[in-house]
């Protein structure tokens, strides 16, 4: 076997780490150009997944080094065209699920669900309030923007019990990044299920499943955190805290949380349907496999639930048409950074994949191999740790590490399981190692009001133990549930 597609594969990691850390180059940037590179790089039988290509070609037979050199000229055109397809499968998605998030936000029905929350739990649940309110918040809403929302409440109940400051932030921290990396439609786990041909709806509910069963192991750790780092709120220097809407402002729960349940709902009914359409002829499953297809497509979904958030906006914060444009606006170009950075990260892999990484790796374990699955899942957290360590974005972490493990061969023949839990292991593996080179770090360091070596002591290290709980979980499910 030749060894050219593992060398490959090798160049295109350095490369990526490299620019991001080393040259400080934006993701996207990096990415573009290591899958240029890694497509200049593809064996000469990879050449053949392309017969357009071989249909330009003239009858005349071509030498080694001539087919060699036609791959590296089309390297470009190949990465843009791998490009224009992942960005075709995931940005409108991104994009609503931006929108979403921002109405969310500014329309007080964040608030809403977060006071809610509390208010069925009382003070001495407020623990568990916080840290479900992140859990339900972060899957349409970025993480950074949750912690925003939530901090605020942390630093009131202080004020009203002068204790457990430390357990509160961790609540809302953990919360908020476990379906952060988990469940979709956060970035992160879209390109994952997307990158490795896992259905939506089956992302959905089984990364809600992991991330559950993570949130509830981790929260007694938590309080022992809380036990050994018995910290004060230390107030803002110079700033006043923002007054908070009154209850009136607020819209009602039910409205609150039809954006975020809405798309879950109609999503997993399609997989649903779709499972059922499976087993047998039946007329009214059928009637519903076609109604969900239409319904429950990931981006109809998303739009009707933007219709929704939308509507709530305008309504309770009495905007114009042009203000609601504004806000739109704003989401997008959040959401717009993220796109390219997950369609840069699937001509990536792409690329990998032209370059016969498959196969190599297929000849060096043997396609039988009975540990292949919890290898590849251990394998794909390793990598997403050892990206986020060097890089500090969980949502980069993920796209890269996916994009290389789909080059590598991801059936659930080979796995021994779903590829649901691969998706979720390399997510576990994307929150190990938040430090200084993290945007994450720093919000929560500074907005707890936290010195960077209580935050290195206390956020770093739940997280790591966040991490392997999600590794764990993928791990005994895929074993006692492996869905194949």
Not at 83 to 101: H, P, Q, R
Not at 234 to 241: D, K, N
Not at 403 to 423: D, K, N
Request: hydrophobic share 55%; charged share 10%.
């Amino acid at each position: 076997m030749t060894y050219l597609p593992l060398i490959a594969l090798l160049v295109g990691v350095v490369t990526v780490i490299g620019m991001i850390v080393a040259l400080r180059l934006n993701a996207f940037v990096a990415l573009t150009i290591a899958a240029m590179v890694v497509a200049g790089m593809a064996t000469t039988e990879s050449l053949t997944q392309y017969p357009e290509d071989l249909a330009a070609m003239t009858g005349e037979v071509w030498s080694e080094a001539q087919v060699r050199s036609f791959v590296a000229s089309n390297a470009p055109a190949r990465v843009a065209k791998a490009f224009g397809a992942a960005a075709g499968n995931i940005a409108i998605v991104i994009a609503l699920a931006s929108i979403i998030g921002k109405c969310l936000m500014d329309s007080g029905a964040a608030d809403r669900i977060v006071r809610s929350f509390l208010k069925a739990s009382g003070q001495k649940g407020a623990p568990v309030a916080l840290a479900s309110s992140g859990f339900v918040l972060s899957i349409p809403v970025f993480f950074d923007t949750v912690f925003y929302l939530l901090v605020p409440l942390a630093r009131s109940l202080w004020r009203s019990t002068r204790k457990n400051y430390m357990l509160y932030i961790l609540a809302i921290g953990t919360g908020a990044a476990i379906t952060h990396t988990l469940v979709p439609p956060t970035p992160g786990p879209l390109v994952m299920a997307e990158n490795l041909g896992v259905d939506l709806g089956t992302m959905i509910m089984v990364g809600t499943v992991v991330a559950l069963a993570t949130a509830v192991t981790v929260l007694p750790v938590c309080y022992l955190f809380n036990r050994r780092m018995d910290l004060p709120m230390r107030p803002y220097a110079g700033e006043e805290e923002t007054r908070p809407l009154d209850d009136a402002e607020l819209p009602p729960l039910w409205l609150s949380l039809a954006p975020i349940v809405l798309p879950v709902l109609l999503i997993s009914a399609q997989t649903i349907a779709k499972t059922m359409s499976g087993q047998g002829e039946n007329a009214a499953v059928a009637v519903a496999s076609r109604l969900t297809g239409i319904l429950g497509n990931p981006n109809f979904a998303l739009l009707l639930s933007t219709g929704v958030a939308m509507w709530v906006l305008a309504a309770y914060r009495k905007l114009s048409l042009a203000d609601l444009a504004k806000t739109t606006e704003t989401a997008l170009m959040s959401g717009g950074v993220i796109i390219l950075i997950t369609a840069a990260g699937g001509a990536f892999g792409a690329a990998l994949q032209q370059a016969g990484v498959k196969q190599s790796i297929l000849g060096l374990v043997g396609p039988e191999s009975q540990s292949m699955g919890l290898t590849m899942l251990v394998l794909g957290f390793g990598i997403s740790c050892i990206l986020k360590i060097a890089q500090g974005s969980s949502t980069v972490a993920m796209i890269v590490t996916s994009s290389m493990i789909a080059a590598m061969g991801t059936s659930p023949e080979a796995l021994g399981c779903h590829p649901v839990y691969l998706c979720t292991a390399i997510g576990g593996g994307s929150l190990v190692g938040s430090w200084m080179n993290d945007s994450g770090f720093w919000i929560v360091s500074r907005m707890s009001g936290l010195t960077e070596v209580e935050t290195l002591k206390a956020w770093t290290v739940i997280l790591v133990i966040v991490g392997f709980l999600a590794l764990g979980y993928s791990l005994l499910f895929a074993t006692l549930l492996p869905l194949v």
